[in-house]
């Protein structure tokens, strides 16, 4: 073989839905990338990439690639389909789009969420289209839409500590997350901290591979985060650990909250939340009594009924303390409030002219398919186009998604690297860029920076950006439609120009591949909340005037296990480490890590159902059952058990994952699915005839 002839790096930022948004380094020998890694030049990135993302062109290059359009022609779900010229799958697409267009567009739905994190990909041309169309809106809560929500109740926006001030810090709580597998780089400096001498708190009902490494790990119950915050509260008020000089100046509501905090003496909380009270007054004692103390927040613990009010009241907990005061304190949900994105310029949502469509909630699909909404009972989504996401796979009640697509009457287009759960249902497939093939431009929510993605090789095969394939059906569906505005000849590189405007040195990003914002290192040690009142909000008088109630509350699940019941288990669904969500499953590198879906389980519970350690198990609700492999053992909590995902559904022993068990049921605030809020039996598959 002849050695390369030539060979290029190329700055890029990885895609995907995770806290680091690490910039990337592309090697490319005679248009082949040849290796991904991390820039080191880049600080938060230093040179390091998870292992999902170190496997990159493994993804790019994988031999089940879609690189071609595809029309079905079995039946949906058969996996028949024969390869078609773009132009005919454009031109078919266009005309069934503008029939439906030109009945009803409220008809046609856009389902999408952060297959790619990038603006351009995820949200410019797409938007335009169905904004021109007038085509019903999606309501994209499947991920951070409650914790969102209560951030903006609170602390005004989603914006909190720099990480990598946590280097800094004394005192860590990492609450409900798993940085060791979802935010490597914040572990970095968490550990950084841990070798100066700082304690490491894991509050989460699974042992983790965070809960391993940290000094103390606290298991509570799903779902009852609030109740142990508002304990911590009431110990930092009756041993007087707070500070009153910043919760004078710098929040509203403090009576209010007090009276409250005061009726959740310890034994309370550790009634709700299966532990011993002295856990968590141990845990008040260290929040109150070392500065600089810092909490990072994570999204696992809002995924239940309850979750937004649980970040609410977690969220407290610096204000009451002082401790923003500190670089190295404070807390950190998400750090994307602070990007000054010109999203309106991106989406363009005046393209509506003054039409208000019906929106759907993309965490309801499976009923929003079905017709079991009043907004689709009369009115039925007749077209559905899928890009940068795979609701059959992730979105909740997946039964009753499944149903909903295959519907004969129901006109399907996704944009997809491969041909996931989803794409298997589709009309047409239409092959979409990976990272590597395309330009886009990043926000991040675990940094402050900015991150360019230049496009490192040539599209594979027939392979085309989002946005070209927007900018295409656009073109097709002409004046006629309204689609004879200057916008949507609009090219990649100036959709990354428009993403921040003046905002950003678009100059700098081209010449380093990275730019920091000038966030200060203690960006609220002296106030100067984003919220309406200028001050940390304890009592919303916003959720006050909607009605709801001012103050974080302790709330319930839905579905609270109790024993001797139908359904005695509580069960949660992290994500399997070597996954992001279902991105990554099908490669062959990381499957042969996570090897099959499983379930942990406690030896407590396992024992009480004659389960043992690698048993194959049927794990069941009333909205259906997934059958997966046991693995018996302590990172499971009793009475909790762990359906790590999510495998697609196609590679589960009977054709589900975990979400077949999951529930249609929203949070209290942001309309946000509660994956983490389902009741659930477990027995030995050889059993489950009896049960």
Not at 329 to 357: I, K
Not at 386 to 411: I, M, T
Not at 535 to 558: I, Q, T, V, W
Request: contains cysteine; negative net charge.
């Amino acid at each position: 073989m002849n050695a390369p002839t030539h060979t290029t790096t190329v700055r890029g930022a990885c895609p995907h839905d995770c806290p680091d948004t690490c910039a990337l380094l592309t090697t490319v020998a005679d248009g082949i990338a040849i290796k991904v890694q991390g820039n080191p030049a880049h600080a938060q990135t230093g040179g390091v990439l998870c292992t999902k993302v170190s496997r990159y062109t493994e993804r790019t290059y994988h031999p089940e690639r879609v690189l071609h359009p595809l029309k079905r022609v079995g039946p949906k779900g058969s996996g028949q389909f024969v390869r078609v010229s773009w132009d005919e799958a454009l031109d078919d697409i266009t005309a069934r789009l503008k029939a439906i267009a030109a009945r009803d567009p409220e008809a046609i739905l856009p389902y999408s969420y952060a297959g790619t994190m990038g603006l351009v990909q995820a949200e410019s041309m797409d938007r335009r289209f169905f904004h021109q169309l007038g085509a019903s809106l999606l309501d994209r809560t499947i991920c951070a839409s409650a914790g969102g929500m209560a951030m903006m109740y609170s602390v005004g926006a989603k914006m909190g500590m720099k990480v990598e001030q946590f280097a800094h810090s004394w005192l860590i709580l990492i609450w409900g997350g798993n940085p060791i597998g979802s935010s490597l780089h914040f572990w970095r400096y968490a550990q950084e901290a841990k070798r100066q001498g700082a304690r490491l708190v894991c509050i989460d009902p699974r042992r983790t591979e965070t809960a391993e490494k940290c000094h103390t790990h606290i298991a509570l119950r799903p779902g009852t985060d609030a109740a142990l915050a508002l304990a911590m509260m009431h110990e930092l008020i009756t041993h007087d650990w707070l500070d009153h000089d910043y919760i004078a100046r710098h929040t509203t509501g403090w009576p209010a909250l007090r009276e409250r905090a005061l009726q959740w003496p310890p034994e309370r909380a550790a009634e709700v939340c299966g532990l011993d009270a002295q856990v968590v007054r141990d845990l008040a004692r260290d929040w109150g009594t070392t500065q600089p103390a810092a909490i990072r927040l994570n999204y696992g613990m809002q995924r239940t009924h309850g979750g937004g009010n649980a970040v609410r009241a977690v969220a407290c907990l610096p204000a009451l303390t002082g401790a923003w005061r500190h670089a190295a304190g404070g807390m950190m949900l998400s750090a994307s409030g602070h990007f000054p994105v010109q999203r309106d310029a991106l989406s363009r949502p005046d393209l509506l002219r003054g039409r208000t469509p019906r929106t759907i909630n993309m965490s309801t699909i499976g009923d929003a398919l079905l017709g079991l909404q009043p907004e689709t009972a009369q009115r039925p989504i007749e077209a559905l186009v899928v890009y940068n996401s795979n609701p059959l796979a992730v979105a909740p009640e997946s039964a009753k998604v499944a149903r909903g697509l295959a519907r004969d009457d129901l006109f399907t287009v996704v944009l997809e690297h491969f041909m996931t759960d989803t794409a298997d249902m589709a009309d047409y497939v239409l092959p979409a860029t990976t990272q590597l093939e395309h330009w886009d431009i990043h926000a991040s929510y675990g940094h402050t920076d900015v991150l360019l993605n230049r496009p490192a090789i040539a599209p594979v095969g027939e392979a085309r950006p989002n946005t070209a394939i927007f900018r295409a059906l656009a073109q097709r569906m002409g004046p006629a439609f309204g689609f004879d505005d200057p916008c949507f000849a609009d090219d990649d590189e100036t959709l990354c120009r428009q993403a921040y405007g003046d905002a950003v040195d678009f100059e700098a990003l081209l010449d380093h591949g990275f730019v920091t914002l000038p966030v200060p290192d203690a960006p609220f040690a002296e106030g100067g909340f984003p919220t309406p009142s200028g001050r940390f909000e304890l009592f919303s008088e916003r959720l006050a005037a909607m009605g709801l109630d001012g103050l974080p509350d302790y709330l319930p699940n839905h579905e609270t296990p109790q024993p001797g019941s139908r359904y005695p288990l509580a069960m949660i669904s992290p994500p399997a480490r070597h996954f992001l969500n279902s991105s990554f499953a099908n490669l062959k590198s990381l499957r042969s890590i996570e090897r099959e879906p499983v379930l942990e389980i406690h030896p407590q519970d396992a024992k009480a159902r004659g389960i043992a350690d690698g048993d194959l198990v049927r794990v069941f609700n009333d909205r259906g059952e997934h059958h997966c492999r046991a693995v018996v053992g302590e990172r499971a909590r009793p009475g909790v058990v762990n359906g790590l995902g999510i495998w697609w559904r196609k590679d589960g022993p009977n054709g589900t994952n975990v979400n077949e068990l999951t529930s249609q049921r929203l949070t209290d605030m942001g309309q946000a699915p509660t994956f983490y809020d389902c009741a659930v039996q477990v027995v030995k598959l050889v059993d489950s005839a009896a049960a």
